[in-house]
């Protein structure tokens, strides 16, 4: 029953004074809101990626080898303890048309894809492909070389998904084309054709059951990483060993049969030289046998020619005799037949006649003398007749005896003139022979130098082979892990810090309400205590005001908060990810409501209690005044008689209500710091990633080699001379890490191969005075965030890591200005003293105004070059991850903006509460509305302009606190805020403070004067 009558009262004074209930109410769901929000946005992050890599199976690990993989390397991995899933698996880049993109095996353990539409793929010339860049029947015509890589150059689209493996909308970098990777596809396994395995996926025993990002997951991936470690070595001399016996095997077969082509190809050159010499004796031969015909020929024709000469003077003699005795005898040739014909008819009738004639007779004596001297003239005749005859037929044969011989010889001359014209082009195809013979014999002799010097380099080569590495890659090898890493990273920096600024104004301010609410009712406590209730029953319905306000603005805030903040932020981060699943943590709501009613509750029994402690009738009188001082500014003459009465009243107010306007201070000075911040933290964020690739970072790109070199020379020399790459200057760039109280930084080693252009490149300025840095042979320079998170400075040693494990030990010598990244820069010098061998370069920045994905083409294309990385790309991924900091920004702005409204209107209506008697009197001694309204909003003002003093020194604290922590996990921002953003926090304070005088102004005229300035007895 008395406790009814208490509730019921409680219940009338919400009612009477809502606005203050409202504003209790509102001040905590608006500080467990931004707090609870902000707390759950990361957790809630993480479960919906940790979920996500769980569904598709996530690989832990991803080895890569500069020289493939094979089975032995699955195998011993497989034998590791951590090891779960060993998955052996392939990718390679190639161009689409004049994109490049990335063809992976898909695979059934590790990396499923996440199917959006079509189906998997059923025949080797099918495909899956990104969802963002191709749909279901596009055809994808591989444009690149992939002879022995893959068996098919044309795949068709059946199905379009995401992959786990591509988690941001920027897939990265390639080695072909522009070096900009644009999307992927997966493929059968059975499509790829190569000697090695080009990847491991290995998942670790123990991962399952830890969430991504979590220490849990790195403590569980640690093991297996290290198992890795221990045997990458082991695996890498395995390689090489088996490369360098395969590779010397295939050297001996090659010597081999060069030896066996060798020798066959001698020996078809020596049979070939061979029977040119046969055939150049027997020419030789020839052509002796041959002069020698030509020369008997000519004396034979010589030797006849004399003889028919000799014969043809005989002849001629005989002739000669002829005409001679023709001539005797008076007769012709012509004449001799029938000179003789007419001594034989007269012969013949000198016989008849003498025959008639008688013998002895001189007719008969004279007859037969002229019958004797006619018979021998015809005798002679006949004879000469015969000689004639003998002699023509002689000279007949002699002269066709001369002209068959003179047609022999001239067979003959043409039978040696031909055997001449055999023998010349016999000359010449020996000769032609021979050429040929030389020509084959020092193509030969070329080839097999060419070949044997082909060995010998490969024999020089297999010596000079370096040892494979492994690198061992954890889940950052899906493209944008490590970018969502470092955004929760941020919203959990940013959650452990700012929401407990919030919180503490909420306490304040909640406690400074309920403690003047209790003072301002100490009247209505004595009257409850004469009455007889007890102190517990009366404490119980504050109890019952302040934790209903409490808990039901705990309650709505927490559900609220879960409900808003994650989503807003998780907007922000443009990743390939499943959408946000809001989840409510109870244990949390029920820690924060319980801290809160704990807090609330001891809060109001202390203040309570401090009051119910005095007599009844001491608490049912009014507080007597606090006696007035002399306060400062009335020691000032001058100026103290120049203000008016109402100013006067006005000063020494604020400093008899010190309490009051103190807390007034907090609160307003509290938001007032929470507004800069947010807005210097959005100051912090810009121009961060200009200075870093504009001011710090010089070059416009970083050309990364596809071998190292210790000079500029050769072909890589005249590669850049033609694509006007002027000023080139060599550097190694290599991964470290620095691990130092649970803490592991990666950092970048950079070493300059030219010193003098090295400063134009990079602009190492000394962190604390902006001095110039130089590299010192005797130490090394570290980045800034590498010194604050570490806390190692000048004069320190630092220790870094490599891939193997291996330790080095380096003197700080300065400590450069620097905001993305970690880096540690010494010159050549220092790095042959450290790793005892002279730098080898594998990296080349320059300044290029030319096309940049021409030049990115034609250095990739070249196969001297791996990539190329341009600094505006680098910047705007920069600029892009500062973006995601902007609803976080925003979020503090509004939460502020609101928190500063709400404890504006509950100071001030307290304020006017605390003062409703002081009011009805000056109303009552003639004071105008405005004037009275004056009397309290001059007081307040002037209070809100001290607390903006005050807040914005805190808030240039709290900015440089807050950038200091997310500075550990994020980019360093600058520690600067701008002035308009002093500006903007001040007048947003200054404008929600005149809101509030506005909205109060209407509760001041409702202050009734009598019943206010009835007597409290």
């Known amino acids: ?55 598709y199976n996530l690989t832990d690990f991803k080895i890569v080898s500069s020289m493939g993989l094979t089975d032995g390397d699955v195998n011993a991995v497989k034998a590791l303890n951590n090891a779960n899933a060993v998955v052996p698996s392939y990718s390679l880049d190639v161009l689409d048309q004049d994109k490049a993109i990335r063809v992976h095996a898909i695979e059934q353990t590790v990396n499923r894809v996440k199917l959006i539409s079509g189906r998997m793929p059923q025949k080797e010339n099918e495909c899956i492909a990104d969802d963002r860049t191709y749909k279901t029947g596009d055809k994808i015509r591989i444009t690149s070389d992939i002879d022995e890589k893959l068996r098919n150059s044309e795949f068709t689209v059946v199905g379009t998904a995401e992959s786990v493996l591509y988690l941001a909308e920027d897939y990265g970098s390639t080695t072909i084309g522009d070096g900009k990777l644009a999307s992927f596809i997966f ?33 569980a991936a640690s093991g297996l990483r290290d198992e890795l470690v221990k045997i990458k070595s082991g695996r890498e001399d395995a390689r090489y060993q088996e490369i360098y016996t395969k590779a010397n095997d295939e050297i001996g077969k090659n010597q081999a049969k060069l030896s066996d082509e060798r020798a066959k190809g001698k020996k078809k050159l020596d049979n070939a030289k061979a029977e040119l010499d046969k055939n150049a004796q027997k020419l030789k031969d020839g052509k002796a046998e041959l002069a020698q015909n030509e020369w008997e020929l000519q004396k034979n024709t010589e030797k006849q020619n004399a003889r028919f000469e000799s014969a043809k003077t005989e002849i001629g003699g005989g002739w000669n005799e002829i005409n001679s ?72 044969e002699l002269n066709k005896g001369i002209d068959t011989f003179n047609s022999e010889i001239a067979k003959a001359k043409i039978k040696i003139q031909e055997g001449k014209t055999e023998i010349t082009e016999n000359e010449k195809k020996l000769n032609a022979g021979y ?103 009366i404490i119980t319905t504050y109890l019952f005001y302040v934790l209903s306000a409490t808990g039901l603005g705990a309650a709505a805030g927490f559900f609220a908060g879960c409900g808003v903040i994650p989503p807003l932020i998780y907007s922000n981060f443009q990743f390939i990810l499943p959408s946000l699943v809001i989840q ?12 809160a009613l704990l807090l609330m509750t001891f809060v109001t029994i202390i203040s309570c209690n401090s009051e119910l402690k005095q007599e009844p009738a001491t608490l049912m009188r009014p507080v007597p005044p ?141 962190k604390a005075d902006g001095s110039r840095l130089s590299l010192q042979d005797s130490g090394v320079i570290i980045t800034q965030g590498l010194s604050e998170v570490s806390g190692i400075e000048k004069g320190d040693t630092i220790a870094v890591k490599d891939a193997d494990n291996n330790e080095y030990k380096l003197t700080v010598s300065d400590v450069a200005e620097n905001y993305t990244s970690n880096y540690i820069y010494m010159n050549n010098a220092m790095y042959n003293k450290v790793f005892g061998k002279a730098a080898a370069y594998n990296a080349i920045v320059s300044n290029h105004s030319g ?86 909003y001059r007081e307040a003002f ?31 921002f600058f520690k600067v805020i701008k002035w308009p953003s002093f500006i903007l926090a001040s007048l947003l304070t200054i404008v929600f403070t005149v809101i509030m005088q506005i909205v109060t102004y209407f509760k001041l005229q409702t202050i009734d004067m009598i019943e206010s300035l009835k007597s409290v007895e």
């Open 851 to 936: 096309d940049e994905k021409a030049l990115a083409r034609h250095l990739i294309d070249s196969d001297l070059v791996l990539n190329v990385v341009y600094t505006g790309d680098v910047m705007q991924k920069a600029l892009e991850s500062g973006e995601r900091l902007n609803s976080i920004i925003i979020l503090i702005v509004v939460v502020a903006s609101l928190l500063a409204v709400i404890v504006l209107y509950n100071l001030t209506s307290i304020n006017i509460s605390e003062r409703t008697r002081e009011i009805a009197t000056l109303k009552v001694l003639g004071f105008t509305d405005g004037e009275t309204n004056g009397y309290i």
């Open 187 to 219: 493929v059968e396994k059975s499509n790829f054709i190569l000697e090695a395995y080009t990847e491991i996926y290995i998942t670790a025993r123990d991962t399952k059951a830890a969430a991504a990002y979590s220490k849990a997951y790195d403590k």
């Open 584 to 595: 409510y943590y109870m244990p949390l709501f029920l820690l924060i409501l319980a801290v």
């Open 325 to 396: 005795a023709l001539t005797q005898n008076g007769i012709k040739r012509e004449e001799l037949g029938t000179k003789i014909k007419e001594l034989d008819s007269a012969i013949g009738a000198m016989q008849t006649q003498l025959e008639q004639l008688p013998a002895g007779s001189d007719e008969h004596t004279r007859l037969s003398a002229a019958l004797g001297q006619y018979s021998e003239s015809y005798k002679g005749l006949l004879k000469l007749k015969s000689s004639i005859d003998m002699l023509t037929i002689q000279e007949a």
């Open 942 to 972: 002037i209070l809100t302009l001290i607390s903006i003093g005050v807040g914005l020194v805190l808030g240039i604290f709290l900015h440089g606190f807050v950038v200091d922590v997310v500075g550990e996990f994020a980019p360093l």
């Open 1 to 55: 029953m008395v406790i009814g009558l208490l509730f019921k009262n409680t219940l009338k004074k919400i009612r009477k004074s809502f606005g203050r209930y409202l504003s209790l109410f509102i001040i905590v769901m608006i500080g467990v809101g931004f707090f609870a929000g902000i707390q759950t946005t990361a957790p809630d992050m993480i479960s919906v990626a940790d979920n996500y890599y769980k569904d």
């Open 435 to 537: 050429r040929e013979y030389n020509e084959n014999l020092e193509k030969f002799n070329t080839e097999i130098s060419d070949a044997q010097s082909k060995i010998d380099k490969a024999k020089t080569d297999i010596s000079e082979i370096e040892k494979p590495q492994w690198y061992i890659l954890d889940r950052d090898t899906a493209v944008g892990y490590s970018e969502l890493k470092s955004g929760i990273d941020v919203i959990t920096a940013v959650a452990a810090v700012l929401p407990f600024f919030f919180i503490l104004i909420v306490v304040l301010m909640t406690s400074n309400s309920m403690a003047r609410m209790i003072a301002e009712e100490r009247s209505e406590l004595g009257t409850l205590t004469s009455l007889g209730y007890k102190d517990n029953s």
């Open 626 to 766: 606090q006696k007035g001082q002399t306060i400062l500014l009335e020691k000032i003459g001058p100026v103290w008689k120049k203000l008016s009465f109402t100013w006067k009243v006005t000063m020494r107010n604020m400093f008899r209500y010190k309490k009051r306007a103190f807390m007034t201070i907090v609160g307003v000075a509290g938001c007032t710091s929470l507004l800069l911040a947010g807005f210097g933290l959005r100051d912090s964020m810009n121009g961060v990633a200009e200075k870093q690739f504009g001011e710090i970072f010089r070059y416009n790109n970083m050309i990364i080699l596809n071998e190292e070199t210790r000079e500029l020379d050769g072909e890589l020399k005249s590669l850049l001379e033609q694509e006007q790459i002027k000023e080139p200057l060599l550097i190694r760039q290599t991964a470290f890490k620095h691990e130092s109280d649970d803490k592991s930084q990666n950092l970048f080693l950079i070493v300059p191969e030219n010193e003098k252009d090295f400063y134009d490149y990079y602009n190492l300025k000394d």
